[in-house]
């Protein structure tokens, strides 16, 4: 699902990036600019990894163990996206001055692992385009850092497993009442670059998925759960109230659809994860593709999507499953046996 929800944002980039509105995708206009494909991808990434997160701590022994593998996960691959951005800069370059004597060029790598000094474009580079941005994607990910931090905060009461599906419960329901009658007073206001809306959009869906974790939502999965959920989610649209009802029915929808059990499909992650991976990688390779050949948005969708998941498997087998191997081995010893080998 998380392969399903990366393709999604990479064909929903595709219309914007190649100069057409999101208008024209076909679930924004059968729903009425209710939906569109990356708001879908966005948001089921935030719910699997509110739950999956969640899991993680559960079996962390401590805050350092967490985070350690929060860090593994999210920043090597990220560290390597930029630097490839970097490196292909030259080859884009239009600006009007040397490309050594941009500073742009030598602050995007740092402003942007750093997650939230986020720098999207570098002066001469994309100008040309209908997007400027080198990397769109990277936005969501000092979001998805945020509420790690904050999940890693229940190892403060780890052991009260009540206080904790209290304290989820109350802070989900704050978010959607704030999300539903305060985003326009809530949404505009910034702080440490995250944006308000972003904030009770995107981390409703998140801490929602945290809060089913902890009731252990797989025991409760059926067929009959998914199509109640499948038809209140249609009248929802039906009746313009999606926006309103969404993180209530997409979170449990979209856990149950991944918890079930289908033939073949199930085994689709022995390929590895490529997820994040196609997500990060998507948004340069559909600019450089704008910048030389200005495709339309079918030709763009239907090159960037195979050149995505190449370098999403590339990127999972030779840099995020490699550093993934720190999770469980102090730093301390590999670095030891890494001497030796010497």
């Not at 569109?36 to 990434?45: E, I, K, M, P």
């Not at 990397?135 to 969501?140: D, H, I, Q, R, V």
């Not at 995505?308 to 499953?321: A, C, N, Q, R, T």
């Amino acid at each position: 699902m998380r392969f399903i929800f990366a393709l999604l944002v990479v064909i929903s980039h595709s219309y914007p990036l190649s100069g057409n509105s999101e208008n024209a995708q076909w679930i924004y206009r059968l729903t009425d600019g209710q939906m569109n494909y990356a708001s879908l991808g966005l948001n089921g990434f935030f719910i699997i990894s509110g739950f999956f997160i969640y899991r993680s701590f559960a079996r962390s022994g401590s805050a350092w163990e967490f985070m350690k593998k929060r860090v593994l996960r999210i920043f090597p691959g990220l560290f390597i996206v930029l630097l490839l951005s970097v490196l292909m800069v030259p080859l884009v370059y239009e600006g009007n001055i040397p490309l050594l004597q941009n500073w742009e060029w030598y602050t995007y790598l740092p402003y942007n692992l750093s997650l939230y000094g986020f720098q999207g474009v570098v002066s001469g580079v994309f100008d040309g385009n209908f997007y400027h941005a080198i990397n769109g994607s990277l936005w969501t990910i000092r979001y998805e850092f945020t509420l790690y931090l904050c999940i890693a905060v229940f190892f403060l009461f780890r052991r009260n497993k009540r206080t904790i599906q209290l304290c989820l419960l109350l802070v989900s329901l704050g978010m959607l009442w704030g999300y539903t009658f305060f985003r326009e007073v809530l949404g505009p206001l910034s702080i440490f670059c995250l944006l308000g809306y972003n904030v009770l959009n995107l981390g409703t869906f998140f801490v929602l998925g945290s809060l089913l974790a902890t009731f252990e939502l797989e025991r409760w999965v059926h067929w009959g759960f998914v199509l109640v959920l499948l038809v209140l989610l249609g009248i929802s649209v039906y009746l313009d109230l999606y926006d309103v009802a969404k993180h209530i029915l997409f979170t449990p929808l979209v856990l149950m659809l991944g918890f079930l059990t289908l033939p073949r499909v199930s085994k689709f992650g022995k390929w590895g994860d490529s997820s994040y991976g196609i997500y990060i990688y998507s948004f340069p390779i559909q600019q450089v593709l704008v910048h030389y050949f200005k495709p339309s948005a079918i030709i763009l969708m239907l090159c960037s999507v195979p050149l995505s998941m190449l370098f999403g498997y590339l990127s999972w087998h030779l840099v995020e499953k490699r550093a993934l191997i720190f999770k469980t081995k102090s730093f301390s010893k590999l670095y030891g046996k890494w001497l030796n080998l010497v």
